[in-house]
């Protein structure tokens, strides 16, 4: 990539429903890492991008 060549970046997102708590979940991102409620999740510190992503998981996940 050169100097003032625009990027491409590409999110993936991967969800799924939890009904019996997160202990079958193994989480490997880092030490950080950990699992979120939409709410808890908006009132962190996120780009435009992550919000959007969030609204869109909330119109899938909930039906709001």
């Known amino acids: 990539m050169t100097k ?4 491409h970046v590409t999110m993936y997102i991967f969800a799924t429903e939890v009904k019996d708590g ?3 979940f193994t989480v490997k991102e880092g030490d950080g ?3 979120y409620t939409l709410e808890q999740a908006r009132k ?3 780009g435009p991008q992550d919000l959007e992503v969030l609204d869109i998981l909330g119109k899938y996940i909930l039906k709001t």
């Open 22 to 24: 997160f202990s079958e």
């Open 33 to 35: 890492a950990k699992f």
């Open 4 to 7: 003032g060549e625009p990027m």
């Open 44 to 46: 962190l510190k996120l």
